[in-house]
């Protein structure tokens, strides 16, 4: 109940493309939704985050829907352009817990020029 | 610029030594995690800790130990080092109870057991 699971795996994307990467969690109690970008070479940093009281949020390219019912959230980037190459990760806590995050595998973008 | 500074970013050890990893974050933030990075199984938490002396077990803490004897460092120890774990080391810290502040990481250590 505490997982996350993220899919795909891996995704290649032409550039101008949109690129679509999608999250489910078991675990009601969850109510904070972020998403991590990580270049190789380097630790993840925070690239978007939601909380379950509304269905999107938008930040320049980056955009997340978020399915209450479903249990379900997702990051779409629009105009994917090679600098977007990099593994993202989603992630789910419960916020006024300790803060402690559970990560999705991962999914790795290339973003063909 | 706030910093999580991992000591080592690559280390190679031999099986059954004793490796310790060391975090050191500027930021002084309460909450600090290790986590280790396997391709296809995402990030896993080892320990976290919420307070200076304080440690919890996160999901995978078998064979490690971590140790918070001041609030900025956290170092997370390997009694006896095995090839399976082998993998990339994560350093994190957050605010406390403020997760939507988001994690701050390290680079990582990418350590080797032979």
């Known amino acids: 109940q505490q997982q996350v699971k993220q899919s795909p795996q891996s995704l290649i994307v032409q550039k101008g493309g949109i690129s679509i990467i999608n999250c489910a969690y078991e675990?009601?109690?969850?109510?904070?939704f972020p998403w991590y970008q990580q270049f190789p070479g380097k630790g993840p940093a925070l690239l978007i985050a939601i909380r379950p009281d509304v269905s999107e949020k938008k930040e320049g390219r980056f955009t997340i829907s978020f399915n209450k019912s479903a249990k379900q959230f997702s990051l779409h980037i629009m105009d994917s352009q090679p600098g977007d190459s990099a593994t993202y990760f989603c992630?789910?806590?419960?916020?006024?817990?300790?803060?402690?995050?559970?990560f999705g595998q991962g999914t790795t973008l290339q973003v063909k020029p | 610029d706030v910093k999580v500074t991992q000591s080592s970013r690559y280390l190679v050890k031999r099986t059954g030594e004793k490796v310790f990893l060391e975090c050191v974050q500027d930021m002084d933030h309460e909450n600090m995690f290790w986590y280790r990075q396997d391709p296809g199984l995402g990030l896993r938490l080892i320990y976290f800790s919420y307070d200076v002396k304080m440690k919890e077990k996160g999901d995978i803490p078998e064979g490690y130990s971590v140790s918070r004897e001041k609030k900025e460092r956290f170092s997370l120890i390997l009694e006896s080092a095995s090839t399976n774990q082998t993998s990339m080391y994560l350093c994190?810290?957050?605010?406390?109870?403020?997760?939507?502040?988001?994690?701050?990481f390290g680079s990582g250590t990418r350590l080797t057991v032979v």
């Open positions: 992630a789910a806590s419960i916020a006024s817990n300790t803060g402690k995050l559970i």
């Open positions: 994190a810290s957050s605010l406390w109870a403020r997760a939507n502040y988001g994690y701050t």
């Open positions: 675990n009601t109690a969850f109510d904070y």
